[in-house]
């Protein structure tokens, strides 16, 4: 019998551990099971994914279902009965788990879910139709499996009870190798469940957290590091909560590291002790990156979701880590929590902005089914799509027309600050406006009163777009200071020999551009050993270039990177050059 567990990602670099995971685990307990993984994403035509499912002619589909590929599944679902009327097809994941029954109501074809963690639920499924095989019986024997809903012979929708947790221990590792792997974000658990009680999110259902041993742990991070595997992200929910566990795993990283892993976490910054902020400082540049779930500043807000967070700590947390300048630190916003209107929102905006993360990440609540915030829905008198992912429309804070002016800032700092592509111009600008909020929110206006769609520029149009904002606000005294900001922030980027028209007139006399590098090629005074090891000035000059503004002039090396932001080294060249 063949066993086929689907996932449909929402990219082609992401993976889902969780059919990896089940594999591993029903592999283990039943040894030459014929389990395989199918892996898709969105993006692929859907008669492609069911043409290659047919192919493969399974007994048994498991798919894992998520809010962003639940209604590309259920289409699936629809269509593979059709061709495939005889396969068991059962449904498991958070988007399945906390409504089991109405799916089941809802899907004539599906057979069952399987609710919560599925590893130890998918084995004994699959030891069921084993048996049901071995014996050529009639009928499926599912009475004695706990954590499933399922239809019965006589059509009625059967709930058992929940399935036991199982130790993180008896979890197999199920990489490998790295085969299929290559240019995909590599996903990790160290723990499962979450202290915290956040209302908008499913981790607060199950409070207990388990870890991982690190006799376990450590080894299975050393596979990555020996395998040079790009990065690594844990999906643990709060991977700092236990003090013992963190510091075991990042000072393994510190010692061992390969100099090209990276390896994300999703942490608490206000829980952070001295100990772990001093082993930070000590990390390579890009070894961690740090995603840091603020959500809000406002502290009726924060109340009445259930988060526990010393704004004060994690402010110092942030500012102590940036200062290392080794650390992408990533900070997340909601909009659309109780208690948070458009004025509350600015100024959660405008207090994360100030802790300088280098991305800021504005998310839309999602009442995800089994919530606490979903029992809550008459109380905030919360609208939301009624299709996945279920992003808020409206609350009694918020009306819908504000969730729009904000969607217009997400834009806006998405391209304009997330990319990174544009920091001096955004600094310079934000002189003359009262908060970077107001920044933001003008510039997405802009762009409505011009009819412009932000995502329908290149990357030049963005330039030049931003530039075309400024000339509008600033005064003719600063736009060439205005203009100077643009060209270093391109130039930083791009190491482009054609010059776009809107940042200018190049200032650069031809002669001393000729002289740097006949002189350069000769004394290698700025230019020296790898590539610049040669006497072409030819050369020197393609991976370089040159800008004057004002009266100085800038070298940009893009042989040397900065290797947090990608940035060109920047250089000012002294006047005897």
Same mark, same amino acid.
């Given at each position: 019998?063949?066993?086929?567990?689907?996932?449909?990602?929402?990219?082609?670099?992401?993976?889902?551990?969780?059919?990896?995971?089940?594999?591993?685990?029903?592999?283990?307990?039943?040894?030459?099971?014929?389990?395989e993984?199918?892996?898709?994403?969105?993006?692929?035509?859907?008669?492609?994914?069911?043409?290659?499912i047919?192919?493969?002619?399974?007994?048994?589909?498991?798919?894992?279902?998520?809010?962003?590929?639940?209604?590309?599944?259920m &289409?699936?679902?629809r269509?593979?009965?059709?061709?495939?009327?005889?396969?068991?097809?059962w449904?498991?994941?958070?988007?399945? #788990?906390?409504?089991?029954?109405?799916?089941?109501?809802?899907?004539?074809?599906?057979?069952g879910?399987?609710?919560?963690?599925?590893?130890?639920?998918?084995?004994?499924?699959?030891?069921?139709?084993?048996?049901?095989?071995?014996?050529?019986?009639a009928?499926?024997?599912?009475?004695?499996?706990?954590?499933?809903?399922?239809?019965?012979?006589?059509? &009625?929708?059967v709930?058992?009870?929940?399935?036991?947790?199982?130790?993180l221990?008896? @979890?197999?590792?199920?990489?490998?190798?790295?085969?299929?792997?290559?240019?995909?974000?590599?996903?990790?658990?160290?723990?499962?469940?979450?202290?915290?009680?956040?209302?908008?999110?499913?981790?607060?259902?199950?409070?207990?957290?388990?870890?991982?041993s690190?006799?376990?742990?450590?080894?299975?991070?050393?596979?990555?590091?020996?395998?040079?595997?790009?990065?690594?992200?844990?999906?643990?929910?709060?991977?700092?909560c236990?003090?013992?566990?963190?510091?075991?795993i990042?000072?393994?990283?510190?010692?061992?590291?390969?100099g090209?892993?990276?390896?994300?976490?999703?942490?608490s910054?206000?829980?952070?002790?001295?100990?772990?902020?001093?082993?930070?400082?000590?990390?390579?540049?890009?070894?961690?990156?740090?995603?840091?779930?603020?959500q809000?500043?406002?502290?009726?807000?924060?109340?009445?979701?259930?988060?526990?967070?010393?704004?004060?700590?994690?402010? +110092?947390?942030?500012?102590?880590?940036?200062?290392?300048?080794?650390?992408? +630190?990533?900070?997340?916003? @909601?909009?659309?929590l109780?208690? &948070?209107?458009?004025?509350?929102?600015?100024?959660?905006?405008?207090?994360?902005?100030?802790?300088?993360?280098?991305?800021?990440?504005?998310?839309?609540?999602?009442?995800l089914?089994? #919530?606490?915030?979903? &029992?809550?829905?008459?109380?905030?008198?919360?609208?939301?799509?009624?299709?996945?992912?279920?992003?808020?429309?409206?609350?009694?804070?918020?009306?819908?027309?504000?969730?729009?002016?904000?969607?217009g800032?997400?834009?806006m700092?998405?391209?304009?600050?997330?990319?990174?592509?544009?920091?001096?111009?955004?600094?310079?600008?934000?002189?003359?406006?009262?908060?970077?909020?107001?920044?933001?929110?003008?510039?997405?206006?802009?762009?409505?009163?011009?009819?412009?769609?932000?995502?329908?520029?290149?990357?030049?149009?963005?330039?030049?777009?931003?530039?075309?904002?400024?000339?509008?606000?600033?005064?003719a005294?600063?736009?060439?200071?205005?203009?100077?900001?643009?060209?270093?922030?391109?130039?930083?980027?791009?190491?482009?020999?054609?010059?776009?028209?809107?940042?200018?007139?190049?200032?650069?006399?031809?002669?001393?551009?000729?002289?740097?590098?006949?002189?350069?090629?000769?004394?290698?005074?700025?230019?020296?050993?790898?590539?610049?090891?040669?006497?072409?000035?030819?050369?020197?000059?393609k991976?370089?270039?040159?800008?004057?503004?004002?009266?100085?002039?800038?070298?940009?090396?893009?042989?040397?990177?900065?290797?947090?932001?990608?940035?060109?080294?920047?250089?000012?060249?002294h006047?005897?050059?």
């Amino acid at each position: 019998m063949k066993f086929l567990l689907a996932a449909i990602n929402a990219k082609y670099i992401h993976s889902n551990p969780g059919v990896y995971s089940l594999r591993a685990f029903a592999r283990t307990k039943i040894p030459g099971a014929d389990i395989e993984i199918g892996e898709y994403t969105i993006n692929h035509q859907m008669d492609l994914i069911l043409q290659d499912i047919y192919r493969r002619k399974p007994d048994f589909i498991g798919f894992s279902c998520y809010i962003w590929n639940i209604s590309y599944i259920m &289409e699936i679902v629809r269509d593979v009965k059709k061709v495939l009327p005889e396969v068991e097809i059962w449904l498991g994941g958070p988007e399945v #788990s906390y409504d089991a029954k109405k799916v089941l109501t809802r899907e004539p074809d599906v057979c069952g879910v399987m609710r919560g963690e599925g590893e130890l639920t998918f084995t004994e499924l699959v030891r069921a139709y084993l048996k049901r095989e071995e014996l050529c019986a009639a009928s499926l024997d599912l009475d004695h499996i706990p954590g499933i809903t399922y239809r019965a012979e006589s059509g &009625e929708v059967v709930e058992r009870g929940p399935q036991r947790l199982l130790s993180l221990d008896e @979890i197999p590792f199920y990489y490998d190798d790295m085969a299929g792997f290559e240019n995909r974000i590599v996903y990790y658990e160290s723990s499962r469940g979450c202290p915290f009680s956040c209302s908008y999110c499913l981790s607060s259902i199950d409070k207990t957290v388990r870890f991982r041993s690190l006799d376990l742990v450590l080894p299975e991070l050393q596979f990555f590091l020996d395998h040079k595997v790009p990065q690594v992200k844990f999906v643990d929910r709060t991977f700092n909560c236990k003090r013992d566990h963190t510091l075991g795993i990042w000072r393994y990283l510190v010692e061992h590291d390969n100099g090209i892993t990276n390896f994300h976490f999703e942490v608490s910054a206000d829980i952070f002790d001295e100990e772990e902020l001093e082993l930070i400082g000590k990390m390579r540049p890009g070894l961690i990156q740090l995603e840091i779930g603020v959500q809000s500043t406002n502290p009726d807000t924060i109340k009445e979701i259930h988060r526990h967070m010393d704004l004060v700590k994690l402010k +110092q947390a942030v500012d102590r880590v940036y200062d290392y300048r080794n650390t992408h +630190q990533h900070l997340d916003l @909601i909009a659309g929590l109780p208690y &948070e209107n458009y004025e509350s929102f600015m100024r959660s905006f405008d207090d994360v902005y100030r802790m300088r993360p280098d991305q800021l990440q504005m998310g839309f609540l999602k009442v995800l089914k089994g #919530s606490y915030m979903e &029992e809550q829905v008459a109380a905030y008198d919360l609208k939301y799509r009624g299709i996945p992912p279920y992003e808020v429309l409206s609350t009694k804070w918020l009306p819908y027309s504000n969730v729009i002016r904000l969607k217009g800032v997400e834009d806006m700092v998405e391209v304009y600050y997330n990319s990174g592509q544009f920091e001096n111009t955004v600094e310079m600008l934000l002189k003359h406006f009262d908060s970077s909020f107001e920044f933001f929110a003008e510039l997405a206006s802009w762009y409505g009163r011009s009819g412009m769609e932000m995502f329908s520029f290149s990357r030049n149009q963005r330039y030049e777009n931003l530039l075309r904002f400024g000339m509008e606000i600033v005064s003719a005294g600063d736009v060439e200071t205005l203009r100077n900001a643009m060209i270093m922030d391109y130039y930083l980027r791009e190491n482009v020999k054609t010059r776009p028209g809107f940042l200018g007139e190049d200032m650069v006399e031809k002669r001393f551009s000729k002289e740097f590098y006949s002189r350069e090629s000769r004394k290698h005074r700025y230019l020296s050993g790898g590539r610049y090891d040669t006497d072409d000035p030819r050369l020197l000059r393609k991976l370089t270039h040159i800008e004057k503004m004002g009266d100085d002039y800038y070298l940009f090396d893009y042989t040397r990177r900065d290797p947090m932001n990608n940035n060109a080294l920047m250089i000012k060249l002294h006047p005897e050059d």
